[in-house]
């Protein structure tokens, strides 16, 4: 970006929003084809929301027994895409989006460190 590289816009704040995002399905299948293979359960979005409304009753009930991890804020904040267009005050767009920088180098990079067995 050249906003990094210029010595004015230091301590400023920049939004930047990629559109060209993997779901969390695709990225998760490029993980495990180029990284590790690892266990994970798919739950539809309807099950994750009862699940999050029981964790949050019993962590009620149990007086904090049981940590608030998953909560239905939580689970609609993540579970669903925004659906908000992006609206651009500059003529800047992306040389490379996330799509085009996941299908290498990041999961190169993973597979090459051994963070993933921490």
Not at 19 to 33: C, F, G, I, V
Not at 83 to 110: K, L, M
Request: proline share 5%.
């Amino acid at each position: 970006m050249l906003a990094a590289g210029d010595p004015g816009s230091a301590g400023e704040a920049y939004n930047v929003h990629d559109d060209d995002l993997p779901t969390a399905s695709a990225y998760l299948r490029e993980y495990k084809k180029r990284v590790k293979r690892i266990r994970s359960v798919s739950l539809p979005y309807f099950v994750t929301r009862m699940l999050a409304r029981s964790l949050e009753a019993y962590h009620r009930r149990s007086q904090g027994q049981l940590p608030a991890i998953l909560t239905p804020y939580k689970v609609a904040s993540a579970g669903r895409a925004t659906g908000s267009a992006t609206q651009s005050c500059t003529p800047w767009v992306a040389t490379i989006g996330c799509n085009a920088g996941c299908d290498g180098e990041t999961f190169e990079y993973f597979a090459t460190t051994r963070c993933q067995e921490a």
